[in-house]
């Protein structure tokens, strides 16, 4: 199985000059933790993610209102993502290596056309529990959540 077969593609994202407080408004709207971050004609090039996570922590650390802070001030800048042809197997390991759980699926051109998340993943797994030949077991989507979930060494010392 393909990413493009399991991706979530009526996705939601913003722009970086777009204040949290509309990043965190889209979220709680459409019942999710992680908005891709566009920029560029259309609006259609990632160029990072925001997390609820991000927003919590953006706030706290400037100490001022959401809708004073810019989505560019507390995204991860990082872009890790996958392509529509990915296996799904190729995208859990990305997940698991980089310790993230949700990934912005790209087109060849940069251009954003979905989202694939760890629920998906297991979603999927259990679906494909009594198939032969599997793409993904339930045990490597546990593996992929536990290496999420491990503290950090920076979390362990402080």
Same mark, same amino acid.
């Given at each position: @199985?393909?990413?493009?077969? $399991? @991706?979530?593609?009526?996705?939601? &994202?913003? #722009?970086? %000059? %777009?204040?949290?407080?509309?990043?965190?408004?889209? @979220?709680?709207?459409?019942?999710?933790?992680?908005?891709?971050?566009?920029?560029?004609?259309?609006? &259609?090039? *990632?160029?990072?993610?925001? *997390?609820?996570?991000?927003?919590? @922590?953006?706030?706290?650390?400037?100490?001022?209102?959401?809708?004073?802070?810019?989505?560019?001030?507390? /995204? !991860?800048?990082?872009? $890790? !993502?996958?392509?529509?042809?990915? +296996?799904?197997?190729?995208?859990?390991?990305? /997940?698991?290596?980089?310790?993230? #759980?949700?990934?912005?699926?790209?087109? %060849?051109?940069? &251009?954003?056309?979905? /989202?694939?998340? $760890? !629920? %998906?993943?297991?979603?999927?797994?259990?679906?494909?529990? &009594?198939?032969?030949?599997?793409?993904? +077991?339930?045990?490597?989507?546990?593996? *992929?959540?536990?290496?999420?979930?491990?503290? +950090?060494?920076? !979390? $362990?010392?402080?």
């Amino acid at each position: @199985m393909r990413v493009h077969e $399991l @991706m979530t593609q009526q996705i939601q &994202s913003c #722009r970086p %000059d %777009d204040s949290l407080e509309l990043a965190a408004q889209l @979220m709680w709207d459409h019942d999710c933790g992680c908005i891709p971050v566009c920029a560029g004609d259309g609006a &259609s090039r *990632t160029i990072g993610v925001i *997390t609820d996570r991000d927003i919590c @922590m953006g706030a706290l650390f400037q100490g001022r209102p959401l809708r004073e802070l810019r989505v560019s001030d507390a /995204m !991860a800048r990082r872009l $890790l !993502a996958c392509r529509p042809q990915d +296996t799904l197997a190729e995208a859990e390991k990305a /997940m698991r290596d980089a310790r993230i #759980r949700r990934l912005p699926v790209l087109d %060849d051109q940069g &251009s954003l056309i979905g /989202m694939l998340s $760890l !629920a %998906d993943l297991a979603r999927e797994a259990m679906r494909e529990q &009594s198939q032969p030949g599997r793409d993904l +077991t339930e045990a490597e989507v546990n593996g *992929t959540l536990a290496a999420i979930c491990e503290p +950090t060494r920076q !979390a $362990l010392t402080a």
